[in-house]
């Protein structure tokens, strides 16, 4: 069982720059491969950004742009994604969450957290 809690949502202007958190709960955090998934009003839970396991890989949605970053610490049981240059349409709760395997697809992730709101002003 892993638990996972996300933290450094927001409100920020257009523009700016956030950094979420995601701490894991257990021994076996570097067992998994992690992800970012978003989720705006009325819309479905999107895939963001993976990580591998040993940080090695990453992957990112093509809306993404070179915009966020994913990265990892397998010593501390994190996963960070940095957001910048941040639009009005990346409103949303952001969702971190962990996998056996690397993964784009939601179905893959076994463990959730409960997601951190991110509010990008015009």
């Known amino acids: 069982q892993v638990q996972l809690v996300e933290s450094g949502g927001g409100l920020v202007q257009a523009g700016g720059s956030l950094r979420l958190s995601c701490v894991a709960s257990?021994?076996?955090?570097?067992?998994?491969?992690m992800g970012w998934f978003r989720q705006g009003p009325g819309k479905e839970r999107d895939f963001v950004a993976a990580?591998?396991?040993?940080?090695?890989?990453?992957h990112y949605a093509d809306f993404v742009k070179r915009r966020f970053t994913i990265s990892r610490d397998n010593a501390n049981n994190t996963v960070y994604l940095q957001l910048n240059s941040l639009k009005p349409e990346d409103t949303a709760v952001y969702y971190c969450?962990?996998?056996?395997?690397?993964?784009?697809?939601?179905?893959?992730?076994?463990?959730w957290g409960q997601g951190t709101q991110v509010t990008v002003s015009s």
């Open positions: 990580i591998s396991k040993n940080g090695g890989t990453t």
């Open positions: 969450a962990a996998s056996r395997i690397f993964s784009v697809l939601r179905g893959s992730y076994d463990y």
């Open positions: 257990g021994r076996t955090f570097r067992t998994y491969s």
